[in-house]
């Protein structure tokens, strides 16, 4: 079997979930299992500074050929998505996919149909690796890992091919927004650096949401209701109020592509107190600063209607288009797409709805675009990764290495 199928299969069946409520890093000790074993197959390999840190963090170098050539890093996350249970992944293979509905398990009847998954067509033919139907698959991002040190692998097979320094990293808890939190920007030392954490044959990402959250809290006065005549203050129909002042058809259910949003994630309170939680996304970033002005003024208006206090507004940033800190550096992109055109794979470049790890990254001082790992359906039981996709990435890594190396000369 071919080098990066082999090692996805091995990697998936350990059980590397991250955890939302967990205030340790890694958010789960299972993480290191698979940081233990990387490590372990790293040194085996001979790569070099091969270290795993207390965080769960594992970097290591691949020494180049080309001295004047840019470092560049790879990076991948090793946990997977708390969202659906990752204990006891069980790894099919369909062989030369037929084009209609897959028996996932059988004795759940859990059939994968390309009615309701239609990109699946797309890879009549080929072969496909899925879940037993009873668990997700992980290719989210054990595809990223075994990609990266599949192509790895092909450079130390192949000296002769020119290279600079190359630098791996592993991160955990990616999937609960802290992958970025406790890596050594530093340490790494690449001059700028790919996640490999995306979905389907060809995306490229290197814009991605600026994102904010805000709390609001609305101050209420409670009195008996049968005596409340002018002097009740409700706060949910405070709330209510500064809802409305919001534009209705700026929420995710209504919006796509570079559209931002309001979105109320969560709402509680009684008579005296209530409170919202909103976060606000959107890739401009002049709109996303318009975006938490609205709120502010919604809240003056209430406070000068209702008295100073009634209203409290607590804005916070998340995280920031990666856009602004990667169009400086353009070549970054322009040289993944000129690989994955040179490959014959075609490039799908659009904007994230969300972030990733290398927004984060890129605002820490290394630029980091996201390319595909080739999966679909990530975060459930209908994962699955094409295996041709994931031998294009392997090669896609190849070549944007080759052509920094080669301009380099
Ligand atoms: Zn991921």
């Known amino acids: 079997m071919n080098p990066v199928h082999e090692r996805f299969l091995r990697y998936v069946k350990i059980d590397t979930a991250s955890d939302h409520h ?172 790919y996640t490999l954490d995306g979905g389907e044959l060809g995306e490229l990402e290197y814009e991605n949401f600026n994102a904010a959250s805000a709390t609001v809290k609305f101050h209420g006065r409670n009195i008996h209701p049968g005596n409340a005549k002018d002097k009740m203050v409700n706060s949910q129909h405070l709330a209510m109020t500064f809802n409305a002042m919001l534009p209705a058809a700026e929420r995710p259910e209504h919006t796509t592509g570079y559209e931002g949003f309001f979105h109320l994630n969560e709402m509680k309170g009684d008579v005296e107190l209530a409170e919202l939680h909103y976060i606000i996304r959107d890739h401009d970033l002049e709109k996303f600063e318009a975006r938490k002005r609205l709120m502010t003024e919604a809240a003056g208006y209430m406070n000068q209607r209702h008295g100073a206090g009634t209203v409290e507004l607590l804005l916070k940033d998340s995280y920031f288009n990666m856009k602004e800190k990667i169009l400086p550096v353009m070549e970054i992109v322009e040289e993944v797409k000129g690989a994955m055109e040179a490959v014959g794979v075609k490039p799908l470049i659009k904007a994230i709805r969300g972030g990733t790890d290398g927004s984060r990254l890129s605002y820490m001082g290394l630029p980091t675009p996201n390319i595909f790992t080739g999966g679909h359906n990530y975060h459930g039981r209908f994962e699955y990764i094409p295996m041709a996709s994931m031998d294009k990435a392997v090669e896609v890594i190849v070549e944007t290495v080759r052509r920094f190396a080669e301009k380099a000369v």
């Open 22 to 193: 967990s205030n340790t890093t890694p958010s789960t000790k299972k993480q290191f299992e698979l940081a233990k074993l990387l490590e372990q197959e790293m040194r085996a390999m001979g790569l070099q500074n091969v270290s795993l840190d207390e965080n769960g963090y594992l970097m290591a170098t691949l020494p180049g050929n080309t001295p004047k050539a840019p470092v560049i890093g790879l990076i991948a996350h090793m946990d997977t998505s708390p969202d659906f249970t990752a204990t006891g992944v069980n790894p099919r293979i369909i062989n030369n996919y037929d084009g209609g509905d897959i028996l996932l398990n059988q004795e759940q009847t859990i059939i994968m149909s390309p009615k309701d998954f239609p990109e699946l067509l797309k890879y009549t033919g080929q072969d496909l690796i899925t879940t037993d139907g009873t668990t997700l698959l992980g290719a989210d991002d054990k595809a990223g890992i075994a990609e990266i040190l599949s192509a790895v692998e092909f450079f130390m097979a192949n000296p002769e091919i020119p290279r600079g320094d190359l630098k791996i990293g592993f991160t955990p808890d990616e999937e609960v927004g802290r992958g970025a939190d406790h890596f050594e920007v530093e340490k790494f030392a690449a001059d700028f650096a």
